[in-house]
C-alpha cells in the first residue's frame, strides 16, 4: 500500500475518532447543563409555590358528587357487562343484514 493512501486513511480515521469524542463530550456537557437548569426551575417553584406537585394538587381537588361522577359508572358497568357475558351475551348481540350488492 503507498504511503499517501496510508496517511489518508489514518487521518479520516482519526477526524471520526475525533468528530465522535467530541459529540460524546458536547452531549454530556448539555446534559449537565440541562440538569442544573432543571434543579434551579424546580428550587425556585418550590420556593414560590410549594403545592406545585402533582400530588399536592391532586389532594385538593374536590370529588364531585357521586350523581355526577361518572368514573363511579365503571364498577357497576363492568359487573353487568361480566355477567351478560356469562350468560351468552354474544348470542344475544343482533346480526346486522349485509346490504345487497
Known sequence: MK???KRTALAVLTYLVLQTA????EREWRRSKGERE???AVAETERTDPD???EAISAKRHAP???TN??????????QLESLHD???RATIPRCPTPPA
Open 3 to 5: 504511503k499517501w493512501m
Open 22 to 25: 467530541w459529540l460524546v463530550v
Open 38 to 40: 432543571f434543579a434551579a
Open 52 to 54: 406545585w406537585t402533582w
Open 65 to 67: 358528587p357521586p350523581e
Open 70 to 79: 361518572g368514573a363511579a359508572l365503571i364498577p357497576r358497568i363492568k359487573s
Open 87 to 89: 350468560t351468552g351475551f
